[in-house]
């Protein structure tokens, strides 16, 4: 969240820790940070290690039925993960990245054995995946209903519908209902069409896997300084990408967890400015006088507690149990 | 005690604070909107790492890094050489640009590597061909012009 707080304050145009340099008035753009520090320590020890990503023997088990059964296995995760997309969808501004980092932690939070997230579990791709097809439909949503674009292509969408005469609201639901059904069946036909081509084509894509490390590390380390330098087309983004390459490496190397630093760069901007509209209109009695702000501090205080709870309620059983075989 | 002071984890939480106190410094003396929020999680984040280095030190930290492939020391020998390398590229793009350091990088890095000269040209001329034709060319992204070419007045 700190590091979201980098360039001009959302509320009073306040230029922060900006360290002189131009590039970061604008803040830290969200593309190389996610590449840095999740894509550079990856191929770094791709490089380390000297070998393809998998085996041929390691791919050969399971495939695409083993993938139909992990779905079908998942479908209460995937029905959970839809929905928060959904949700995340219909909510302005909250974009696509934020719902697929909610679903990942909701997923890791309510697995009962979360040790292998990050190192193979698959669980961690399909919620993800689940809040990204769902967050689409669910932008739509505020669009067509009241006029407001839930992301960036839905302002684009809501652009095209004033240029063609067409007005957001009730109207859109009533007049308008074969043409909203038909947006709505374009994101169904989209999913199936794209859902085709990748069936058809893994079994080509997957041989990627089998490349050498002295061929496919330099290829992705390439694409991923050329797509962290599209974000503001700067070769700012390359030092950003680099900067937190680094602070990946570190922390994959001593088990620091990534993916709140993302949660905390995505929500951290929105956040803030919620977080100075409300001291600014209620002081700091909105913490204890709103009723609907103290659920949701008990839900979060019970949220960090309960974990901690039942850690040292396992910690406990395992010494007893320690004791007892001595 | 110990058992903390020889976690690596246990260090970079230590180091985590830094950032957090140097923000915290830097913002004392903004208006109340500009200090805000870095305040706010400064203090919550300086919390939760004197927390977590506290228990570190009392109860040992439980942290399982991933390992190194045998024989590799972070910072010597191979490792070293491969943060040269990925050094070398992020210098290069600035300095030549995308064009000129992307195949460049490849060919040389591929060959060094033991790779064969063909292969090497092959992958080099594709990502070229890629940037040229596919990014510049035909959905117009914009890269940016290289640092040299700015010095040279081009």
Request: glycine residues 10%.
């Amino acid at each position: 969240m700190l590091i979201a707080q980098v360039g001009f304050a959302p509320n009073t145009g306040f230029a922060r820790f900006d360290f002189g340099w131009d590039y970061l008035l604008d803040g830290v753009t969200l593309v190389p940070v996610v590449l840095g520090l999740f894509a550079m320590p990856e191929v770094i020890d791709l490089l380390l290690r000297r070998s393809a990503i998998a085996s041929e023997e390691t791919a050969a088990h399971g495939g695409m039925g083993q993938g139909l059964r992990d779905a079908v296995h998942n479908w209460w995760l995937i029905a959970r993960c839809g929905t928060i997309g959904t949700v995340c969808g219909m909510i302005p501004g909250l974009g696509g990245l934020a719902a697929e980092w909610f679903a990942y932690g909701h997923a890791v939070q309510t697995a009962k054995d979360s040790s292998m997230f990050g190192k193979g579990d698959v669980r961690g791709v399909i919620a993800p995946e689940s809040a990204t097809a769902g967050q689409k439909p669910g932008a739509i949503l505020p669009t067509v209903a009241f006029g407001i674009p839930g992301n960036g292509s839905m302002a684009v969408l809501l652009g095209v519908f004033l240029i063609v005469g067409l007005r957001p609201g009730p109207e859109m639901l009533r007049e308008n209902l074969p043409l909203t059904s038909m947006m709505v069946w374009t994101v169904v036909a989209g999913n199936i069409i794209a859902a085709i081509l990748a069936l058809a084509l893994q079994n080509y894509m997957v041989k990627l896997c089998y490349l050498r490390a002295t061929i496919i590390a330099p290829l992705i380390l390439c694409f991923m300084v050329v797509g962290a330098s599209l974000a503001t087309k700067s070769f700012g983004d390359v030092l950003i990408f680099a900067v937190f390459g680094v602070l990946g490496y570190i922390f994959k190397r001593s088990d620091w967890p990534r993916v709140p630093l993302v949660i905390g760069l995505v929500l951290g901007y929105l956040s803030e400015t919620f977080l100075f509209i409300t001291v600014d209109r209620y002081g700091i009695a909105w913490m204890w006088e709103r009723p609907i702000v103290v659920i949701i501090e008990i839900f979060m205080i019970a949220s960090i507690a309960y974990p901690i709870y039942r850690k040292a309620k396992g910690t406990r059983e395992s010494r007893r149990q320690a004791e007892d075989v001595e | 005690m110990r058992q903390a002071i020889k976690s690596s984890t246990w260090w970079v939480g230590i180091a985590l604070m830094v950032p957090f106190i140097v923000a915290m410094a830097v913002s004392a003396p903004w208006s109340l909107g500009g200090k805000l929020a870095p305040w706010i999680v400064g203090t919550c984040a300086i919390v939760a790492l004197l927390i977590h280095s506290y228990s570190g030190v009392r109860r040992g930290v439980d942290a399982k890094p991933e390992p190194l492939p045998d024989g590799v020391h972070p910072l010597k020998g191979r490792a070293l050489k491969v943060y040269a390398w990925v050094a070398l590229l992020l210098i290069l793009i600035p300095l030549l640009g995308h064009q000129i350091a992307t195949p460049l990088f490849i060919l040389v890095f591929m060959l060094a590597s033991g790779e064969a000269l063909w292969l090497a040209s092959l992958l080099a001329a594709i990502i070229a061909g890629f940037i040229f034709f596919i990014l510049e060319k035909t959905i117009h992204v914009g890269l940016p012009d290289p640092l040299i070419a700015q010095w040279l007045g081009f």
